[in-house]
């Protein structure tokens, strides 16, 4: 498939064709982390599943607990998360993992949360930042898994207080939660729901602008650049 060109006066922007497509995804992710570090709002993004501040976990279970999410638009995930119980620092080290539902051998991203307060904490849940945004196209399907909580940090199961937040549509969120005794393994024994069905588990991500949307902003960034330069000419 040949991309198209947009001509506006002497600048041309090609759309890109499907060979491009990862170019054009590269490239809007740099720019939302160059925006996000401009506007000193590195941790704004969207946050999948939400525990109010201040929730108390109900059940200590050992082993994984997962929840499903497909994803409808592109995504950019750029931190990993899991519940604190009662907002007041790990009492034990809690491991999250994003895996890929169709291939669950190894995860795709995965984070350590050492004991007490030093992870960020963003409402009931501590984040960290993965090395590198792990992209995940339309179409995946995913688990978020953490693993490690017992009787002195308890995750929380139903009855469910907290919410989920699809980014406007980017994600959906199915099946009815998976759990596993066996720490640090995929969970495959499904539960009974809903969907958001655990206090353990999070993510934080950005909704990866589609090539047409991003033509338009490299237009827009074009002509501020040109506009500084004529500026600094007649300066």
């Not at 993965?130 to 199961?157: R, W």
């Not at 919410?163 to 393994?185: E, N, Q, Y």
């Amino acid at each position: 498939m040949r991309g198209q060109s947009i001509a506006i006066d002497r600048l041309t922007i090609k759309l890109p064709g499907l060979w491009q497509q990862s170019l054009f995804v590269g490239l809007a992710v740099a720019l939302m982390i160059l925006m996000g570090l401009q506007a000193g709002t590195a941790r704004a993004g969207t946050i999948a599943y939400v525990v109010p501040a201040g929730t108390v976990g109900n059940q200590g279970y050992t082993g994984g607990l997962g929840m499903d999410f497909n994803v409808n638009q592109t995504i950019a995930i750029t931190d990993l998360g899991v519940f604190d119980s009662s907002s007041n620092g790990l009492s034990s080290p809690i491991t999250a993992a994003i895996y890929d539902r169709n291939n669950t051998a190894t995860p795709l991203a995965q984070l350590v949360f050492a004991t007490g307060v030093g992870d960020v904490l963003i409402d009931g849940s501590r984040f960290k930042s993965l090395s590198a945004p792990l992209i995940l196209s339309a179409g995946f399907q995913g688990s978020i898994v953490a693993h490690g909580y017992d009787l002195g940090e308890p995750n929380g199961n139903i009855p469910v207080l907290w919410s989920t937040d699809s980014g406007g549509g980017a994600l959906s969120f199915v099946g009815g939660g998976r759990f596993h005794p066996t720490p640090g393994i995929y969970p495959t024994v499904i539960d009974g729901g809903p969907a958001n069905r655990y206090a353990a588990g999070t993510f934080m991500f950005e909704v990866v602008p589609e090539p047409a949307s991003l033509a338009v902003l490299a237009i827009g960034l074009a002509g501020l650049g040109a506009l500084r330069r004529r500026r600094s000419r007649t300066a």
